[in-house]
């Protein structure tokens, strides 16, 4: 990721954060999650793809099947190296860590 970030910086402004479910086949336990495409609630997967402006994926992270991406979200900027913030207009911003100049 270092070096896309080192590329393509410029594109980090906003990253788009896109929750996907994968039907997961192996044969240890873990929780169901509901397949749209299936119409069933089977043991599943979420792949949480970070996307940079253009769409171009920087990261996926894999999670056991969960209630939704917003609880996910904490973890998944921490993932990227972001640290969050709340602003005076009570927005959360995230700071890596680069000074502007």
Not at 21 to 47: C, E, F, N, W
Not at 85 to 97: M, P, T, V
């Amino acid at each position: 990721m270092r070096l896309r970030v080192e590329a393509r910086g410029q594109l980090l402004g906003f990253l788009y954060v896109d929750g996907h479910v994968r039907v997961y086949h192996g044969q240890r336990t873990i929780p169901k999650a509901h397949v749209a495409r299936m119409r069933l609630s089977m043991p599943a997967t979420t792949d949480y793809w970070v996307n940079d402006q253009a769409g171009d994926p920087l990261l996926v992270i894999t999670a056991a099947a969960n209630a939704g991406m917003v609880k996910m979200l904490p973890e998944v900027l921490t993932s990227t190296g972001c640290t969050t913030k709340r602003s005076a207009s009570s927005r959360e911003s995230c700071d890596y860590g680069r000074s502007s100049a």
